[in-house]
């Protein structure tokens, strides 16, 4: 019986599982990727395609729209706005979301009431004020939207990308060393 291939085998012990790691830091680094591009495409793709983006940061239309959403806003003609329907408007320095009760087309003013709320607004919202309607609306991307804004929150964005990238390199970094290791033996 021939011992050296016996030896071979006892000098280099082959290891096992060596490819969950990378398979799950790449994993991890796509799923980080992923993450990252997802969700600042949800806060940047809908102002290409035409809509105002809005974060909510009054309870005055919940529970339809909580607090944190992020509304997107079309573009509507006011005589074709009715009742029922949310819309975004201008007042003073703030944009604000409510539904419309009634629609004045000769005054040409909406009469507004926040779902939340138990009276309707004080003031009616006078045509040039619209905003447009509010087509959809997503809980917690407003909250996204904030922090994206923000110097820090562009930091964080952009370390966490890197980390993902890093997880990804550090994948292939191990299997070509597993690779090497292998013709070695």
Same mark, same amino acid.
Request: hydrophobic share 40%; charged share 20%.
């Given at each position: 019986?021939?011992?050296?291939?016996?030896?071979?085998?006892?000098?280099?012990?082959?290891?096992?599982?060596?490819?969950?790691?990378?398979?799950?830091?790449?994993?991890?680094?796509?799923?980080?990727?992923?993450?990252? /591009?997802?969700?600042?495409?949800?806060?940047?793709?809908?102002?290409?395609?035409?809509?105002?983006?809005?974060?909510?940061?009054?309870?005055?239309?919940?529970?339809?729209?909580?607090?944190?959403?992020?509304?997107?806003?079309?573009?509507?003609?006011?005589?074709?706005?009715?009742?029922?329907?949310? /819309?975004?408007?201008?007042?003073?320095?703030?944009? /604000?979301?409510?539904?419309?009760?009634?629609?004045?087309?000769?005054?040409?003013?909406?009469?507004?009431?926040?779902?939340?709320?138990?009276?309707?607004?004080?003031?009616?919202a006078p045509y040039e004020?619209?905003?447009?309607?509010?087509?959809?609306?997503?809980?917690?991307?407003?909250e996204l939207m904030v922090?994206y804004a923000s110097r820090?929150?562009?930091?964080?964005? /952009?370390?966490?990308?890197?980390?993902?990238?890093?997880?990804?390199?550090?994948?292939?970094?191990?299997?070509?060393?597993?690779?090497?290791?292998?013709?070695?033996?």
């Amino acid at each position: 019986m021939n011992k050296e291939p016996l030896l071979q085998a006892e000098q280099h012990p082959r290891k096992k599982g060596g490819k969950a790691v990378p398979a799950l830091c790449n994993i991890a680094g796509t799923l980080i990727l992923l993450a990252v /591009i997802i969700s600042s495409l949800a806060v940047t793709v809908p102002r290409f395609m035409g809509y105002e983006i809005y974060n909510v940061v009054s309870a005055s239309m919940e529970p339809e729209i909580p607090v944190g959403s992020v509304i997107y806003v079309e573009d509507a003609r006011p005589e074709d706005i009715s009742p029922g329907e949310v /819309i975004a408007f201008s007042s003073g320095d703030s944009v /604000i979301a409510h539904r419309v009760t009634a629609n004045h087309t000769v005054e040409g003013t909406f009469t507004t009431k926040g779902d939340a709320n138990a009276q309707g607004d004080m003031n009616d919202a006078p045509y040039e004020a619209l905003k447009g309607r509010v087509a959809r609306h997503y809980p917690v991307l407003g909250e996204l939207m904030v922090l994206y804004a923000s110097r820090t929150g562009k930091a964080y964005l /952009i370390c966490f990308a890197a980390c993902g990238a890093m997880f990804n390199i550090l994948a292939s970094r191990m299997r070509e060393r597993r690779r090497q290791q292998e013709t070695e033996t």
